[in-house]
C-alpha cells in the first residue's frame, strides 16, 4: 500500500470465493494512501476467478487511494460474481469510490474473457463515485465485443440498480465498446 500497483483486496488467478446455503460473503479493502497509480480497493480478476453465493449477501466496498490514474474503488475484469439462489435473499451490493487524479473510476466492469455480476432472484445494487479528475467515471461496463461480455444480468426476477455520480469531469454510467450492457 501507498505506492503504485497496491491493493486493498485481491482475489485472482482462478481462485473461488464460495458460500452455500445463507453464508455471507463481505469484502472491504482500500489501497493504501499516497499512491500514484494503480491502486485498487478491490480487485477481483483474472479468467476463472468467481465469487459465488447461494442465499447469503455478497457484499464489496472499495476505496482506491491515489494521485494518478487508475486508482478505482472496485475493479472486476474477466471474472464472476454470482448468487444463484431461489429465495430473493441473496442480494450482490457493490460499492466503490475512486482515488484523485485522471481514470480513477468507482466501480469498473471489464473483460478480457466475459466479465459478469449475476443474480437469479437477489436484487444487485452498484454504486460508483468517480474521482475529482479528468474521465473519472462512477459505474463503467466496458468490453470488447471480440472478448467477451462485461456487465451485470438478471437471470430470473432480480432487480438491477445503477448509480453512478463523479466528483470530477466524467459520467456517472459509462457503457463502453460492443460487449458490455445490462
Not at 499512491?35 to 485498487?40: C, K, L, R, Y
Not at 442465499?55 to 482506491?64: L, N, P, S, V
Not at 450482490?92 to 487524479?101: K, V
Request: net charge negative; hydrophobic share 35%; charged share 5%.
Amino acid at each position: 500500500a501507498g505506492t503504485s500497483g497496491a491493493y486493498g483486496i485481491r482475489i485472482t488467478g482462478g481462485a473461488d470465493l464460495v458460500t452455500t446455503s445463507s453464508g455471507a460473503i463481505t469484502l472491504t479493502g482500500t489501497s493504501g494512501a499516497g499512491g500514484v497509480a494503480g491502486n485498487n480497493g478491490v480487485g477481483i480478476d483474472g479468467a476463472g476467478t468467481s465469487i459465488t453465493a447461494v442465499d447469503g449477501a455478497i457484499g464489496i466496498t472499495g476505496t482506491g487511494f491515489g494521485s494518478g490514474s487508475a486508482n478505482t474503488g472496485v475493479t472486476i475484469t474477466s471474472a464472476t460474481i454470482s448468487s444463484t439462489g431461489a429465495s430473493g435473499t441473496g442480494t450482490i451490493t457493490i460499492s466503490g469510490t475512486g482515488g484523485a487524479g485522471s481514470d480513477n473510476h468507482g466501480v469498473i466492469i471489464n473483460s478480457n474473457a466475459p466479465s459478469t455480476v449475476s443474480s437469479v432472484t437477489g436484487d444487485i445494487t452498484i454504486t460508483g463515485t468517480g474521482g475529482a479528475g479528468a474521465a473519472s467515471h462512477g459505474v463503467v461496463l466496458e468490453a470488447s465485443s471480440l472478448t467477451g461480455f462485461a456487465g451485470v444480468k438478471s437471470t430470473g426476477s432480480a432487480d438491477i440498480t445503477l448509480i453512478g455520480t463523479t466528483a470530477g469531469a466524467g459520467f456517472g454510467l459509462q457503457s463502453r465498446d460492443g460487449g458490455s450492457g445490462i
